[in-house]
């Protein structure tokens, strides 16, 4: 088993901590998400809104081919948007 750190940042800021027996990113969130995976992600693994996901402070742009290692830390950050 592995333990990653998620760091959502949205209205509030949760941490959670992670426990998976995968590495692979895409199927660690689906894991963590569920059904609402599908509705932040395509396919392909590209973010569908106005998120960003950081592993390890580096912004990546698709979470499909991302190998985790232990301890590393997920941030999920919610765009600012308006008019």
């Known amino acids: 088993m592995h333990e990653y ?40 693994g590209y ?7 950081f592993v390890n402070s580096e912004q990546i742009s698709s979470i499909k081919e991302i190998i985790l290692s232990p301890n590393d830390e997920v941030c999920i950050v919610s765009s600012i948007s308006g008019g």
């Open 5 to 44: 750190q998620l760091i959502e940042f949205n209205s509030d800021r949760k941490k959670n901590q992670l426990v998976s027996n995968k590495s692979n990113l895409q199927q660690v969130l689906a894991e963590f998400y569920k059904e609402n995976l599908e509705k932040m992600f395509d396919e392909n």
């Open 47 to 53: 973010s569908k809104g106005y998120i960003s996901v």
